[in-house]
Structures are given as C-alpha cells and as structure tokens.
C-alpha cells in the first residue's frame, strides 16, 4: 500500500472539515467540523505509526481524542450558554469583537 | 484520485480495494457533513465519517485506537452533539441559512490548501509504499505496546491527560448550568 | 479458577483447603459489604445480618487455617526431628536444620503463598493472594474474631442509628481491608488494605458528621494518617529499587514488592541490603507506622478519633487497624533488622519512639475526663510497648501484645460503650456523669476489671505474660534504660487506670449516673427535636429510609440528631429503656461480647506463657519464623490461582551453629551473611530467659503504681484532702505541669499554628509581598518612566518636530483603518477563513522559495 494513501485521504479530510468552519453559521455544525479536522490529524498519526512501525502515534492519536472528547464537551457547554443568553447560536450575530 | 495510486500499487488488492471503498464513503460522508441543510443529518453523517476513520485505524493495524475511536466518538462525542442539537432547539428538519453570507470563500481556501498538502504529501511519500500491516487479531502486540507507551515514557503527559479532563468536566459543568 | 491446586513443598509438610483458600477470609467480607450497601437497607435488620454472617464465615475460615498452620508446623517439627533428617533433606530439598536447645531440630516452615497476577507492567507483575503464615494467620483469625464481636455488640449499640446500614457496611469493610493487608504477599497488596482502613477509618469516625467536632476530627485523623502513608509509598519504592537487583539475580520469578523476597533480601547480606537504601527505606515505612499506629509525635490524631461511635473506638482504634503499623514491622521485620543494627544492639529510630510514646502517651492519660480518651492514650502507650519490643528484637513478645492487647484493649473500651448506653445517657464524661456504677452495673464492672488488670500486667492475666515479655527481653537484649521506661511506663498504667475505675465505678454517682441528666434532658428534648426539624429534612433526607412507616425511624433519627448536640454522645437513643430513668445493666447483645473478651483477657496470657516453661509458648512455637538459612532455588511463576513458591528451600551448607535461643550468639540469620545459595527469612532473635526476681521487680513495681493511685484517688475524690485539691491552683510546677498535659503537649497547637502557618502563610506573605512590592514597583516605575518620557516627548520632539508630518501620515492611517475596519467583522467564520486562507498562502509562498 502506497503511503501517501492514508495521508492523501486526511488532507482531503481536513480540507473538508476548513470549508466546513469557514462556511458555517451553526456553532454546532462548525464543532462538527472541527471534529473532521482533528480525525483528519489522528489519521495521519496513525498512519506515521503504521509507516515508522512504532506504535508511538498511535499513542498520540489516543490523547488527541481524549482532548477532542474534552473539547466537545467544553464547546458544547458554551454553546448551550450562547443560547441560553442570545436563544440563538447563530455565529454571525455573534460579533461584539466587531471593530 | 485514488484509484490511480491504487492502480499503480498492487502490492495488496484487497486492502487496497477496502481502503478505497472506505475512503470514498468517508469523503462523501465528509462533504454530505458540511454542506446538508439538516443539522441532525449532519450528525449522522458525521457518525459515517467517523466510523469510516475508525475502520482505517484497522486496516492501519491500530486496532486499539480503533476501538477507542468507536467508543469515544461515536459512543460519547456524538451523543454530546446530539444532545446539543435537541437542547438548542435546532429544527429537525431542513433549515435555511446554515451557511454564511460569505460562505463561498470557503471553496478557494479549502481548494488551495488540499492542493499544498497534496502536494506536499506525493512530493515527500509519492512512492513510499509502507510494510504489510500485520492485521493481527489474537495476539495483539500494539495494544501492549501502547500500554507500556502510555504507562512509562508518556506517563507525565498521560497525567496531564487526565487534568485536562478533569478541568474539562468541570468546566463544562460549571457553563452549562442554570443557576 | 479458584480451587488451587495441592502444592508439592519440598518437605512434605501439611497443607490444607484452609491454608490454600485463606483469600476467602478477606474476600467473603468484601462481598458482604457489596450486599449491605446494594440490599442492606431492604433487609429486616438493616443489612446488619450480611456483616455478621461474613465475620462468622471468616473466623471459621481463619480457624480452620491456624488449626491446620499448627499442623503443617507439627509435620514439619516431626519430619526433621525424626532420624531420616538427612535422607529427607538430600530427597526434597530441605534445608539443613538447627538444632535447639533440647537437640530438638526446627525446620524453616515454609509460608503457603497463593497468588494471582493482579496487573502487570512491561513484564512486572503485581500479584494479588494470599500469604500463610504464623504471623499472619493468628492476626486474620484475632481480627475476624474481634471483628465478629464487636458487630455484635454493635447490634444493640447504634439501633435505631439513621445511618445503621451505612454503618455496618463500612464495619465490614474495615474487616475487609486489615485481612486483605494482613494476608498480603506483596507490598501492593498491604497499601491496598492499608488504604481501605484508612478510608473506613475516616467514614467511622465521622459517622455522626452532622456535628462539627466530628467531622473535624474525622478529617484530623485521615490527614494525620495521610502524612505518615507517604512515608509507605516512599520506603515501598525504595525497597523495591533497593532489592530489585538482587532479587533479579536469585528469584526471577518474584520481585521487589514480594514480602518473602524482600525479607530474603534484607537478610542476605548483599551490599545492597546494607547501605544507605535500606535505612531509607525502613525510616520511611516506620514513619508511615508512625503514622498509622499513633506513635509520637503523631498519635495526635487517635485521642480524637475517639469521637466515632464507641464500636468502632474498640475495633479500629484500639484493637486491630492501629496496630497494622506494628504489623508492618512485623512483618518486613528483617528490613528493620538490618536497617536500623538491632542485632548489635544499635539504638534504633522504633525503640526511641515506641519509649517515648509509651510515657507521654501515659501521661496525657492522667488529665482526660473522657473515659473514651483515657482508653485511648493507653492504647498509645500500649503501641509504644510494641514498637519498643520490635525496635528492641523483641519481636515475639511484641506480637503477642498484639494478641492479648486486642482483647482487653476492646474489652475496656466495649465496656465503656455499656456504660455510656446504659449508665451515663450517652455520656462519657468520667466526672460529670459516672460514679458509683459497680453495683448498678455489675457484669460490666467486673469485666472492666478483669481488663484493667490484663492491662496493667497483674499476674496471671494476659498482660503480665506479654508486656513483662516485653520489658524482659528489652532489658535482655541490653537497653537497660528503655527496660526501665517500660516498667516506668506499667507503672503509670497502673495509675491512671485506678483513677478512671475509681472515678466510674466507685464514689458518690454524678450527674447521668445518679440519674440526674435523664431528667433535664427528658425536658429538652422535644425542644431540640423541633429545632432541628427543617435541618433533618435536609441533611437527613436521603439517609432516613423513607417507606411507609416513616415514623419511627424519622423519630429516632430526630432523637440522634439531639445526641449530636452533646458532643460525645452515642447515637442511638434507646426508647425502650425509656420507664426505667437512670443506669442499669446492658442487655445481652451487648454483654455477650464483654464477657468473652473479658474470659479471654483473663485466660489467653497462656497462650505463651513463657515462665511456665518452654511446653506453654504455643505462640513461639507455631507464630515465630524459624531463623534457618535455607537454600533456595528458584522455580518459574506458577499459573494463576496456584500456590507459589519464590524460594524452593533446598539444603544449605552445614555450617549452622548454635543460633538458639542463648543470648550472647554471634552467628545465625541477621548476623552472618547466609551461606552463598541460601537465603534467611527472619532474623534470629533472642529470647530472654525468664527470672523469678525480674517477674517479681516488675510486679512490684505494679503494685506501687497501683497503691499510689489508690491512695490519691481515696485522698483526692472521696475525703477531698485539702492538701491535694486545689493543688494546680496554688503550686506553680503544678499547674504548670498540668496545663501542659491537658494541652498536650501543645503539639496540636505547634501543628495547627506554628507549622501550617509557618507553611501556609510565608508563602501567602512572600506572594503578596512580591506582587506588591516587586511587580508592582516595576510596573509603576516602567509606566512612571514612560509617561516622563512620552511628556518630554510630546513636548520636545511630537509638538515641535512631527506635529505637521503626523497630521499628514494620521489621515493616511485613519483612512486606511476605515478601510480594514470592514475586516474586523467580529465574525468567528471570516477570521477562520483568514486563517486558513493566509496560512494556505504563506505555505505557498514558502515551497515556492524552497523549490525555486
């Protein structure tokens, strides 16, 4: 198996989850994307591991998803604090940082 | 775009074969996530693409990781996401404006970096081919290995892990509560 | 799985179903407390009835083994002592014997040690099972069989309490945790159980935590504990590093956690069993024992443990988990053998210790009104006749001090728990509320004496045979002076008991005792109850088993909430006494428990009675390790569940020589390295030979203690002689003296004052300091700085010099901000596409210049 397969398959991955966060309004869906992104890095990970034959990356790839799970629930919480205040999740009417 | 580095491999057809078949329902999946109008179906496409992930970690002899991709993600992460959808009152069904105004400038960006990493990715590995994963079911030496990985050299970093968490819970707990 | 198999030993020594399942002694409790917190409240008694059976199931578990221990150490004594020693030994294995005083031979008696693989880590295995020795199979069985007494005395005692099944649950889990310490194989194993203790301990403790002392001291206690258990994790560590090697190299199939490997370790004699590791690592497992058995300067904690209800004062912290520090020594005692030179009599860090905490601990006695802390600081000062014992060499007598001290320690303290539920209403203040209780209270005075003469060493009850053991042999093994402490020490425990059985038992009654107390207390009751209504509501809610006669129990439960409010006072306000006002004998639940610890505190002295001739020392016989060199030769783990074997004793060079009971030996295990291949696993130690004059001096010396006290305390409470009463107000050394008893020893204060504070606030003080004096100034003088710059600046170079070409450039930049205000759309999505987009570009940028 060629080793670029993996890799290739990830970048179209994250190239995928990046127009889902710039195209977004929906927090949730924008999480969602950031969820393709990091799939998209654990990927690689494993596949650096496969290709050096040490399973190190795989080790990597277990903490990232501990730390996705973990930003999950945090970014999740926040959007249900978003629309507790604003009853709405709706990224664009978010800009107090308008300048 | 795979198929043709399939073509050109051969060194294992059916592995290659699986690969493709899954990696084309991933990216379909994938592009199905960010562009349906229906926020729930996008969750459960989300799960597709996920589970897809989950099934490379196999083929990629990880099947630890594998395992722990289906428990986390699609056990726990999307559970959180479909929570999330019910309890901000997201219509199930079609939804208008889930994309912003400027949303198209998405495309170009995301074009210009596949095409960067493409490149980069065939310039670095183009003829790499890797070892036959050894699919091993009964003996799994990687799960031991990365018990000794985790427990010894990563043991700080393992820790950490678990504050993370901690503080993570915690956190999420202390925004999403009525008080 | 679980039946293990036969294990072929080298010497056909006896074995047996108990021997090889003793892990059921500790496992049948631990289910039990699964099935009281899961079924416990849905059961007729509460769940009260799982406890009970459990105990009752393990005593008759961990009798079974002691009966078929003693016989594996009868085949073992009969196979080497018959005249086809030498043909056994070339056949099995054996190691050569010794031979005894009376010629007799006596063979290293091998543990039986059954294990599980528990985890394992990069080919480290931790095991989990079951170690059979005579240490620790007469430890399982006095645990058990205490434990199974004070649950039944506990029956009557916390009735009605709210939280009854919460109660019996951490009681049984308690048991749990000291078997599964006290059976351990490996190290891992005894923190696991040291650990369940010290978490039941807290829950106990604090069992009543709705009032503030409680809970107080129930948090006192665990962190007390806590300081000390570093010291485990840490000497655990070093001794597992420290050995490993060695270990490594002559049994690989164990390693350093595993306690047989360890004591083979610290006794071969290996430079790594010699240097400064070991000390290390024995100094901070004694601390941890420090720790755990209330020895000074951290016996702090246990006085005030004494706040738990009175069962759990008796079983915990009187009779089985504070002497799990003088098991630990026990147990790993080579480690402390050659850490610390008790050999060549080296003045070790536990014998100072222990004759410390003996007088002080004593002392402290005198001036407690609570008969529940006068108890305690005895058992204080009865741990520091262990320690010194094992700090000395002494280690059998101070094995069996364990023994006896188990059961007149509990004894005393069930009897004060007799006392205050029926005697002084739940009170146990000594001199407010008792007084002339002997003939209201006849089986629990009796009982109570029994105990307080086991307890201060009158002949023939079962302190005399122990702690005179201890006091021999310390002045045997040449501490004459800490020989004196001791007998100092048996004379201050003669006193102080006298003066707590004269202030119970004898005079004129006060307050409960003659009645009084009830009557107040009748008037104020409802009051209280309603008071705390709302509160119950809530701190109670989910405790108070809510069905459909809520009743009763919410009563009681408001009736316990009442009890709360005095302090001491037991749970459990028994209705049912409610016509006859005033003290009155126990019932039989709890009396049942009283008088078998009190036969028991009269007779179980004899168990090694060591003056009597070496015919009655049952307990040296079959308890203490044999100090053989053995030669071992090591044999692959076996499979989960069986029996294991680290060492195979094969024979050993015969050159043994007379390391028998004579003092003034030179040789032996613990003093000459064992012979290359071979291995010891105790040290052999001396025993003194008793005299008629030293049992004499010791009596005598008793018996002042006790006519002292009784003359005082007829001088001072019934004739109230002028002379002594009032003498801490007008004599300074004696109010002096006095004031520093009852505060301590200001150690509580130096605790909580000087080094919390000396900790806590230097560096609150020092943070503040720096942040105002240091980061603040810096800021000030940099913005001082800048703004003395920026006004000459401004007035200089800005007003004078650039004024006109900033005017000109200031409306370039503010119509080009205009223009990039359009970027700033506060939007998450466009920043994320600028993002991405610029990374996308500089990414572009920099291959093209690599490439190119």
Redesign the interface.
Known sequence: MLAANFLLLAAVLFCIGVFGVIARRNAVMVLMSIELVLNSVNLNLVAFALMNDDVDGQVFALFVIAIAAAEVGVGLAMVLLIYRNRRSISLDELSELKG | ??AV?LA??G??VA??IG?GII?AG??FA??C??STKN?VH??LW?VV??GG?AA??VL???E??AV??VM??IG??MV??L???M????KIGE?S??????????????????G???????DT???????E?QLTGANNE?TV????????P?LA??FG?TF??L???I???V??R?D | MLAAEEVQHALDLSSGWFLENLWLVALIPAVAFALIMMFGKKMPNGGSEFGLASMAASLVIATGAGIQWMARVNSGDAEEGGEHAIGLLQTFGRSLPRASEGGEVEPFIEPVVTSWVWWQNSGLEFGIGSFADGLSVLLLWLVAFISLLVQIFSIDYVRDDRRYTQFFGALTLFSAGMLVMVMAENMVQLILGWEIMGLCSFMLIGHWWEDAANSKAALKAFFTVRVGDIGLLVGTAVIYFASSDWIAENSPGANGFDIAAIQAWALSGDSSASGAAILVGATALFIACIGKSGQFPLHTWLPDAMAGPTPVSSLLHSSTMVVAGVFLVARIYPVFWEAFNIANGGLSFIAIIGAITIVIAALLAFVQDDIKKVLAYSTVSQLGYMMLGLGTGAWLPAVFHVFTHAFFKCCLFLCAGSISHSGSHHSFDMKKDMGGLRKKMPVTFAAWCVSTLALTGVFPFAGFWSKDEIIDNVGNNGYTVLMWVGLFGAALTAMYMTRSTYLTFFGEPRGAAAGHHFEDHVGDHDLTVEEHEPELAMAGGPMVDVHDEPTPRSLSAAANVDTVDHGHDDGGHDDHHGEDHGPHESGKLILVPVVILAFLATFSGFTNATPLGESWEYVKKYVEPRPVAVAIESIPHSGPGEGVSYFVPGIAEADEGDEGGDHGHSEGCGLTTPPEGSACFFPAVTHATPTLAKIALSLVVVAIGYAIAISFCLAFYKRRDKRLVGLTERSRVARAGHKFLVNKYYLDALYENVIVRAVAHPIANAAYWVNQKVLDATVDAVGEGGKRTGQWVYENIDQKVVDGAVNGSGTVASETGHGLQRTQSGKINQYGGLLFGAAAVAAIVLVIVNVG
């Open positions: 775009m795979n580095l050109a491999d060194v294992n592995q290659n690969f990696a991933m990216i994938a592009l996530v960010v926020v996008a969750a989300l693409v996920l992930v490379q970690y990629a002899a990880a630890f990781v722990s991709q986390v993600y726990a992460v959180l996401f929570f999330g959808i309890l901000t009152r997201a939804e404006g889930l994309n912003n105004k400027g949303w198209a400038i998405g495309i170009p960006v995301a074009v210009v970096l596949f960067l990493l493409a490149w980069a990715v065939l590995y183009g003829d790499d081919t890797i070892a994963p990687s290995d990365i018990a000794d990985r985790v427990l010894s990563y970093p393992f892990m993370v968490l503080a993570a819970a956190g999420a707990i925004l999403a009525k």
